[in-house]
C-alpha cells in the first residue's frame, strides 16, 4: 500500500518533469538574442577601428637641434608607472574623467600651452596665441623614422613640468587625495610625465589627412583650439535619445498592446464546471465518522459550490 509520503512524492516528481510555458513568447527571446548579436558585433567593429587607428607611439621624441626629449620606450614604461600605482582610480587620461586627482591629458596640455605662449610673448600677443597653436596642431611626426619633434618651447615645458609632478607626486602628506611621497623616483616621474606628454600631443595634434585629432579634439582646450567636433556632439545627442527614446517606445507598447506577445502563460484561461457535474467519491476507510462528517456543514457546501479550478484541472469534493 502506497504511503502518503511516497504519494506526494510521486507528484512532485510528475509536476517537476512537466514542461511550463515561457513567461513571454518565443519571438521576444529571439529579438532579444539578435539585439545582443548585434550590439556585440557593433562593439567588436568599433574596437577594431579604435586599435587600427591609434594614435603612433614615436620611437624617440627630439627637439629642434635633434636632442631626445624622451623615448617610445619611456612612455610605455610610464604607463606601467601609472597603471601600477593606481593612478586610474585616482586620477584619468583622454578626458575620461576623475574623481579624485584631475585628468592629466588635459592638465599636461594646458600647463605646457600656457608655458609655450609665455615663451611666445604671454597673453596679451595675439602672435603668441597664434603660435602657440600652431606648435600644438601641427603633426610633426614622421612614420618612416618614427620619430616626433616637439618644438623648443614644447622640449622646455618638458623639463618643467616633469619637476611640476614630481613635487606633486612626492608630496609627503596627503594634501592631493594621494598617499604621502606616493611616487618619489625621478626615474618614474620622467617616465610618467613622458607618458603625460604623448597623450597630450595625440590629443592636440591633427590627424594626417583630417581638421581633426587623434582624439576627437578631446578633451577640450580653448589655448589650442581644441573644440569638440560637431560628429561628437551629433552622435552623443542621438545616442542619448536613441537609448531613453527606445526604453520609453519598449514600455508603452508593453503595457498599451497585447499582440506583441508579452504574456506567454498569462493567456491560460479559467474553466469552470457546474457542481451538477461532478461526480461524489465514497468515503474510505475509517475516516468516515470523524473526517467526513465536516463536509455536511451548510458554509463548506456554499463555499464548495463556488469553487473553481484555475489550473485546467477539476477539484472534487466528497459529500456523505
Known sequence: MATPAGISWRWLVVRGSERREL???????????????????????????A????PPIPDRVVNPRGEVVFTGEEVRAGQGVFLRNGLMQYGSIFGHGAYLGPDFTADYLRRSALFVRESYGGEGSDRATVQTVSDFKENRYDPET???????PQAAAFDELRGHYGRYFGEPTTRYGLRPEAISDPEDIRQLTAYFAWTAWAASALRPGTDYTYTNNWPPEPLVENEPTANVVVWSV????????????????????NFL????????????????????????????GSFWSWPRCSWYRRW?????????????VSSA
Not at 513568447?25 to 577594431?48: D, I, T
Not at 464548495?304 to 477539476?314: H, L, V, Y
Open 23 to 49: 513567461l513571454i513568447s518565443k519571438g521576444w527571446v529571439q529579438a532579444v538574442a539578435l539585439v545582443v548579436l548585434f550590439g556585440f558585433f557593433v562593439l567588436g567593429l568599433l574596437a577594431y577601428r
Open 51 to 54: 586599435y587600427s587607428g591609434q
Open 146 to 152: 618614427r620619430t616626433l619633434e616637439f618644438t623648443a
Open 238 to 257: 542621438l545616442s542619448l535619445i536613441a537609448l531613453l527614446g527606445g526604453i520609453g517606445l519598449l514600455f508603452a507598447a508593453f503595457g498599451r498592446w
Open 261 to 288: 506577445g508579452w504574456r506567454g502563460r498569462e493567456q491560460a484561461t479559467l474553466s469552470f464546471r457546474a457542481p451538477a457535474t461532478w461526480r461524489s467519491r465514497p468515503p474510505r476507510g475509517p475516516v468516515h
Open 304 to 316: 464548495s459550490g463556488r469553487r473553481r479550478s484555475t489550473t485546467g484541472r477539476t477539484w472534487r
